[in-house]
């Protein structure tokens, strides 16, 4: 069955560092990806996706994600923390309608961000 | 704003009241859903509408009851919950002739408290 796992359930990082959120995935064929954003009190934005093509996808607020067929991946992530970045991190995985079509997330990872 | 609108944005209610929860899109989609989001969990799709039909049911308890009377307007009729319906409940809406999962757009939510 199709799965995704966000192994870190909330990370602390300074502002101005480097940030990288893990995100693994199960489905046999080749998913598409996608990351949200959900800021408190909001419901969720989508930062960006990967369909197919470059593995390296450019998102909004400077995010990117990189396709690991290999590790069955799809890590977030951004060079410099901002502290409006705080907020917590959805990845999820969608199944194609023809194939059953569904939208699987993950459980969710929070960001805080050090002044 | 995503333009989708979800009212009210917080509710109280006790186990033997109805109540309902409202969306509306002005995006011009044709699928619309609903999402349960409770602590720590992933999210968990319950009804999917696509053209006003709903498609799928992922066998959420009676209690819980959609209505999708158009294509921008969506609704959650609640009676008699639990105290673990207690959750945020998300409306999102999408592209699609069929239900597409390429990019979802979500209201606010919900924020349900079930005493």
């Known amino acids: 069955a199709q799965s995704v796992t966000q192994p870190d359930i909330h990370i602390t990082v300074s502002e101005g560092a480097s940030l990288e959120l893990r995100c693994n995935y199960s489905y046999g064929a080749t998913p598409y990806l996608f990351w949200y954003v959900q800021s408190p009190g909001q419901g969720l934005q989508l930062l960006l996706k990967?369909?197919?093509?470059?593995?390296l996808v450019q998102g909004i607020k400077g995010f990117e994600a990189e396709f690991k067929r290999s590790q069955s991946s799809f890590n977030l992530r951004k060079p410099s923390v901002h502290w409006s970045d705080a907020a917590e991190y959805f990845c999820a995985v969608a199944v194609p309608y023809n194939q059953g079509g569904k939208l699987i997330f993950g459980q969710g990872t929070e960001l805080s961000v050090k002044p | 704003e995503t333009g989708v609108t979800q009212t009210p944005r917080h509710l109280v209610m006790g186990m033997t009241n109805k109540k309902s929860l409202k969306c509306e899109q002005h995006l011009g989609h044709n699928a619309m859903y609903w999402y349960k989001q409770s602590a720590k969990k992933p999210l968990e799709l319950m009804f999917v509408?696509?053209?006003?039909?709903?498609?799928e049911n992922n066998s959420v308890p009676s209690r819980f009851s959609p209505e999708c009377p158009n294509s921008s307007h969506l609704f959650l009729h609640l009676h008699t919950l639990q105290p673990e319906d207690s959750a945020l409940y998300l409306c999102?809406?999408?592209?699609?002739?069929?239900?597409?999962?390429?990019?979802?757009?979500f209201g606010s939510g919900t924020q349900l408290s079930v005493l």
């Open positions: 990967y369909f197919s093509g470059d593995t």
């Open positions: 999102a809406s999408s592209h699609g002739d069929r239900t597409s999962y390429e990019k979802l757009f």
């Open positions: 509408y696509s053209l006003e039909e709903r498609v």
